[in-house]
T-cell receptor, first 117, second 112 residues
Framework: GAVVSQHPSRVICKSGTSVKIECRSL??????MFWYRQFPKQSLMLMAT?????????EQGVEKDKFLINHASLTLSTLTVTSAHPEDSSFYIC?????????????FGPGTRLTVL | GQQLNQSPQSMFIQEGEDVSMNCTSS?????WLWYKQEPGEGPVLLIA?????ELTSNGRLTAQFGITRKDSFLNISASIPSDVGIYFC????????????FGAGTILRVKS
């Protein structure tokens, strides 16, 4: 299957700082990327849909000014958690789909564990 | 929002046994996907289904896209310890665009 990477895999930061997470599709061009959040022992919650060259579409209840998404190229999307607080601590996972991969299929990155102190 | 009902919530089985889990919805889906997630990792795609009635295998795994397009099942035959993990169904339906709806997951534990 298609390969999606995320960086960093784990990050610990102080409250009030901003954290950037990168999501890359390594062997295909991803016209669309998705950002999810997952709490322990729960399912994945879609935060936003990121389309290359256009603004992201956020799900209801997700603050777009809090979670900044940039999809500048067909292989890279970034999620920036601004002014992070302890309640933002979570497992963030991206997925990608689009040209080169079955368009109805999403391939997931390995996730980023964010801990805000 | 639309929901997928995934069952069972968890299973604790003996090595060598077969496993079956399923997802149902009140909505009609045009794609069903089954993923496995291990602790601290992202979900890994196991099987993708695109047509009603489609039956697809991947090694010891078999999944089917229900005829009514409102359900799907995943079977694992002759389970082994490395099958341990959380299995998620996910689906796409027309009114939701290209976004996926996820089931709550089935936690599988295997005792050897």
């Amino acid at each position: 299957g298609a390969v999606v990477s995320q960086h960093p895999s784990r990050v610990i930061c102080k409250s009030g700082t901003s954290v950037k997470i990168e999501c890359r599709s390594l062997d295909f061009q991803a016209t669309t990327m998705f950002w999810y959040r997952q709490f322990p022992k729960q399912s994945l919650m879609l935060m936003a849909t990121s389309n290359e060259g256009s603004k992201a579409t956020y799900e209801q209840g997700v603050e777009k000014d809090k979670f900044l998404i940039n999809h500048a190229s067909l292989t890279l999307s970034t999620l920036t958690v601004t002014s992070a607080h302890p309640e933002d601590s979570s497992f963030y996972i991206c997925s990608a789909g689009g040209a080169g991969a079955a368009t109805d299929t999403q391939y997931f990155g390995p996730g980023t564990r964010l801990t805000v102190l | 929002g639309q929901q997928l009902n995934q069952s069972p919530q968890s299973m604790f089985i003996q090595e060598g046994e077969d496993v079956s889990m399923n997802c149902t919805s009140s909505s009609i889906f045009n794609t069903w996907l089954w993923y496995k997630q291990e602790p601290g990792e992202g979900p890994v795609l196991l099987i993708a289904l695109y047509k009603a009635g489609e039956l697809t295998s991947n090694g010891r795994l078999t999944a089917q896209f229900g005829i009514t397009r409102k359900d799907s099942f995943l079977n694992i035959s002759a389970s082994i310890p490395s099958d341990v993990g959380i299995y998620f169904c996910a689906g796409r339906f027309m009114e939701y665009g290209n976004k996926l709806v996820f089931g709550a997951g089935t936690i599988l534990r295997v005792k050897s």
